[in-house]
């Protein structure tokens, strides 16, 4: 079935500790990409977007995403979280299948940043 | 402020009640989405409608039923819920060819 997995429900980082977290998804064809975050009470926003080119995109706030085709993955990173980045982030794709707009999420990965 | 705007924020309903939940979007967009977040689980696509069409019904029951009269406005009739359905109902619009998705603040609703 098509889908997309986010491997990590929960993380818990220090400040200034490196975050990676994986996206897989399962569908065949041209996909636009995406990674959104959520705030504690708040909506959910675009953190950043892949639709083609450069594989490695850099969205807001110091995060970057790179899309590897081969591995059918767009893993988020930064190098350095701060406690404002504590959220809930869900990895999106946009297949292109009948031309329509069909986004589908993954689970969502809760990140706890501590002081 | 998204361009998306959903009301009621908040809505307590009986299960014998009929209410319905509405969106607007003012981004030009042609796609609207309905999506439900539960606690615990992941972010379930609803309904989606391109120009005012339906193209995805994501198996959901008939206690809901959407509406969309333009590209601008989509609705969501509710009736007989039951109290699983209890979840933030979140609206989205996007634009035509895979564009990404501007979302609403949603609506939590408890159906007691």
């Not at chain 1, 990590?8 to 975050?37: D, P, Q, R």
């Not at chain 2, 009986?14 to 989405?33: F, I, P, R, W």
């Not at chain 2, 005012?52 to 009269?69: A, D, G, L, Y």
Request: charged share 15%.
């Amino acid at each position: 079935a098509q889908s997309v997995s986010q491997h990590n429900h929960h993380v818990i980082l220090s400040e200034a500790a490196s975050l990676e977290l994986g996206c897989n998804y399962s569908y065949g064809g041209t996909v636009n990409l995406f990674w959104y975050v959520q705030y504690p009470g708040q909506h959910l926003q675009l953190l950043l977007k892949y639709f083609s080119g450069d594989p490695l995109v850099k969205g807001i706030k110091g995060f970057e995403a790179e899309f590897i085709k081969s591995k059918f993955s767009f893993n988020l990173r930064k190098p350095s979280v701060q406690w404002s980045d504590t959220a809930e982030y869900f990895c999106a794709v946009n297949p292109h299948s009948g031309g329509y707009n069909k986004l589908i999420f993954g689970a969502g990965t809760r990140l706890a940043v501590h002081p | 402020e998204t361009g998306v705007t959903q009301t009621p924020r908040h809505l307590v309903m009986g299960m014998t009640n009929k209410k319905s939940l509405k969106c607007e979007q003012h981004l030009g967009h042609n796609a609207m989405y309905w999506y439900k977040q539960s606690a615990k689980k992941p972010l379930e696509l609803m309904f989606v409608y391109n120009f005012k069409e339906q193209t995805e019904n994501n198996s959901v029951p008939s206690r809901f039923s959407p509406e969309c009269p333009n590209s601008s406005h989509l609705f969501l009739h509710l009736h007989t819920l039951q109290p699983e359905d209890s979840a933030l109902y979140l609206c989205a619009s996007s634009q035509d060819g895979g564009g990404y998705a501007f979302f609403g603040q949603g609506t939590r609703l408890t159906v007691v």
